[in-house]
């Protein structure tokens, strides 16, 4: 297998069947053809990691498509990969804790300075937790009439003064059923729920063409619904928040490296792309990079802000 990656990586080091990054980022410009995954924030929550949070953007053919989560900076990291708000078809949660959603608004403000027409959806999970709002409501929390930024509901009404519509829409986050009811001649998105402890939760899959992206949130793989959902991806993007020694609430939250490499082995991932990289697991790629191939043989790819992968 060939990755398309930018000039701007200095070196890649090749070994057993890992490929591991080193050096310069790779350059924030993705390819002019073909489906690329862009970084935007490779960081989780933590205010001393360097990396903006957990956000990631398909690009097809040059065009920035969709938009997985929207962590703090990742509005920023948009503007430096000079991508377009109007070519976006969606924004897709995964779940709306605040290292994964914080930039929403900052989105929703700057786009009026944009040159957008069509409605765009808002997409994530449902809620039957009242300590977690449902994507519709947490929308309208953030910019309806009552909202904290209220200044903006219009973008909710026909009459937008950015031009457009925001459209929340909330997808289940309970059972196995996978859900896929959005989709154009270009791409179809689908997403199955998780299990993230108490918090709703959903992995995303983006197939355009013949080529697949899976992202997994925050997830446990309690309900085992990964190999599945990702059967045959290209990229495996999964969230890398705690090492294979982690015990009690983190693994209650979070996926260890080794049931990712038996994940990315049932599914045939070709390729596996860590990022909600924490401080816990910084400087311990050498042992999740062992932990993973004792199942998966595959490539993994530990992700740092801006980077850009061709599938």
Same mark, same amino acid.
């Given at each position: 297998?060939?990755?398309?990656?930018? !000039?701007?990586?200095?070196?890649?080091?090749?070994?057993?069947?890992?490929?591991?990054?080193?050096?310069?980022?790779?350059?924030?410009?993705?390819?002019?053809?073909?489906?690329?995954?862009?970084?935007?924030?490779?960081?989780?929550?933590?205010?001393?990691?360097? *990396?903006?949070?957990?956000?990631?953007?398909?690009?097809?053919?040059?065009?920035?498509?969709?938009?997985?989560?929207?962590?703090?900076?990742?509005?920023?990291?948009?503007?430096?990969?000079?991508?377009?708000? &109007?070519?976006?078809?969606?924004?897709?949660?995964? !779940?709306?804790?605040?290292?994964?959603?914080?930039?929403?608004?900052?989105?929703?403000?700057?786009?009026?300075?944009?040159?957008?027409?069509?409605?765009? $959806?808002?997409?994530?999970?449902?809620?039957?937790?009242?300590? #977690?709002?449902?994507?519709?409501?947490?929308?309208?929390?953030? +910019?309806?009439?009552?909202?904290? #930024?209220?200044?903006?509901?219009?973008?909710?009404? !026909?009459?937008?003064?950015?031009?457009?519509?925001?459209?929340?829409?909330?997808?289940?986050?309970?059972?196995?059923?996978?859900?896929? %009811?959005?989709?154009?001649?270009?791409?179809?998105?689908?997403?199955?729920?998780?299990? !993230?402890?108490?918090?709703?939760? +959903?992995?995303?899959?983006?197939?355009?063409?013949?080529?697949?992206?899976?992202?997994?949130?925050?997830?446990?793989?309690?309900?085992?619904?990964?190999?599945?959902?990702?059967?045959?991806?290209?990229?495996? $993007?999964?969230?890398?928040? +705690?090492? &294979?020694?982690?015990?009690?609430? *983190?693994?209650?939250?979070?996926?260890?490296?080794?049931?990712?490499?038996?994940?990315?082995?049932?599914?045939?991932?070709?390729?596996?792309?860590?990022?909600?990289?924490?401080?816990?697991? %910084?400087?311990?790629?050498?042992?999740?990079?062992?932990?993973?191939?004792?199942?998966?043989?595959? #490539?993994?790819?530990?992700?740092?802000?801006? &980077?850009?992968?061709?599938?």
């Amino acid at each position: 297998m060939t990755l398309k990656i930018q !000039h701007g990586l200095r070196a890649v080091f090749m070994c057993v069947g890992l490929i591991y990054a080193v050096g310069a980022q790779a350059d924030q410009i993705c390819g002019e053809t073909g489906v690329w995954v862009q970084i935007l924030g490779a960081g989780g929550p933590e205010l001393d990691d360097t *990396q903006a949070g957990t956000s990631y953007l398909i690009w097809s053919d040059n065009k920035a498509r969709v938009l997985i989560d929207t962590g703090p900076g990742s509005s920023v990291a948009f503007d430096q990969a000079e991508a377009k708000f &109007e070519d976006l078809y969606a924004i897709a949660y995964t !779940h709306l804790h605040a290292d994964h959603t914080a930039d929403l608004p900052s989105y929703i403000k700057g786009s009026y300075f944009a040159d957008r027409e069509q409605p765009l $959806v808002i997409f994530g999970p449902d809620s039957s937790n009242p300590a #977690y709002p449902d994507t519709e409501t947490f929308v309208d929390r953030l +910019i309806g009439p009552s909202g904290a #930024y209220s200044y903006l509901a219009d973008f909710l009404t !026909h009459k937008s003064s950015g031009g457009y519509r925001v459209r929340a829409r909330n997808v289940p986050s309970i059972g196995k059923r996978r859900w896929a %009811r959005f989709g154009n001649e270009e791409l179809k998105l689908s997403a199955i729920p998780v299990n !993230h402890a108490e918090v709703p939760a +959903i992995a995303w899959r983006v197939d355009i063409g013949e080529t697949s992206v899976v992202f997994t949130g925050d997830f446990n793989n309690l309900k085992n619904v990964m190999p599945e959902f990702a059967k045959g991806a290209d990229a495996l $993007v999964a969230n890398h928040a +705690i090492p &294979e020694n982690s015990r009690g609430n *983190q693994r209650e939250l979070h996926i260890l490296p080794s049931q990712l490499g038996r994940i990315a082995a049932q599914a045939e991932a070709r390729m596996v792309v860590l990022g909600h990289r924490m401080n816990r697991t %910084r400087g311990r790629e050498s042992q999740t990079r062992e932990h993973i191939a004792k199942a998966y043989d595959g #490539y993994v790819l530990f992700a740092n802000d801006g &980077e850009c992968w061709g599938l």
